[in-house]
């Protein structure tokens, strides 16, 4: 059984930070993070491939960094100067290519408000 464990959500000011982590059991091909805001469709914040190959969505670029540690099959999101709009549901999703099909797992989620 797959398993990707989330830490790191919480409550924080506008303009300040906080940092994601999802550690699986196993190694991924790719490891990312989505969010999703009440009333509003999951949506891609950003991800990267073992191979390094990082995609972030336009609205955090500049202010959020992804990052793994293959060792402990561990993906790190640095999240900078939070915005209110920042403020959903992260949920960390890993692929793994499996022996007849693509493998895609997700975690619980963990919850990020910005506010004042």
């Known amino acids: 059984q797959v398993q990707l464990v989330e830490s790191g959500g919480g409550l924080v000011q506008p303009g300040g930070s906080l940092r994601l982590s999802c550690a699986a059991s196993?190694?991924?091909?790719?490891m990312g993070w989505y969010r999703q805001a009440p009333g509003k469709q999951r949506e891609l914040v950003a991800s990267i491939t073992s191979g390094r190959l990082i995609n972030y969505a336009d609205c955090v670029k500049g202010r959020f960094t992804i990052t793994r540690d293959d060792a402990k099959n561990t993906v790190y999101l640095q999240m900078n100067s939070l915005k209110p709009e920042d403020t959903a549901v992260y949920y960390c999703?890993?692929?793994?290519?499996?022996?007849?099909?693509?493998?895609?797992?997700w975690g619980q989620g963990t919850q990020v408000t910005v506010s004042s």
């Open positions: 999703n890993a692929k793994k290519i499996l022996p007849t099909h693509m493998g895609y797992y």
């Open positions: 196993i190694s991924m091909l790719s």
